[in-house]
């Protein structure tokens, strides 16, 4: 399976297992266009596809300097666990989409 094959949660999975990946890299565009994310492990990756997670809120708060913008809050943010899509960067990442 392609990056760009995977669909749904279990199309995820699978990816992961066949390329044995121990580490995946989720994450969220800011307003400046920036991937702001963190590395999971693949068991917390699984659960997060089941669950969600959350990132703190104030990855929306920076700027591209990673400037704080005055009104930026410190609190959890969900990010749903829609299906992942492949990002064109180095290292081939799997991000949120």
């Not at 066949?18 to 659960?47: A, E, N, Q």
């Not at 104030?58 to 704080?68: E, R, T």
């Not at 969900?78 to 064109?88: E, F, G, L, T, V």
């Not at 180095?90 to 989409?97: E, I, L």
Request: aromatic letters at 8%.
């Amino acid at each position: 399976m392609q990056p760009r094959q995977v669909n749904t949660i279990e199309d995820a999975r699978q990816i992961l297992k066949d390329r044995d990946l121990s580490h995946v890299k989720v994450g969220v565009i800011d307003l400046d266009g920036i991937v702001r994310g963190k590395y999971m492990s693949r068991d917390k990756f699984f659960s997060a596809l089941e669950s969600g997670f959350n990132l703190c809120e104030v990855i929306f708060g920076w700027d591209s300097s990673d400037q704080l913008y005055p009104n930026a809050q410190f609190i959890p943010t969900p990010i749903d666990q829609n299906p992942c899509a492949q990002s064109r960067r180095p290292m081939d990442m799997m991000v949120q989409g």
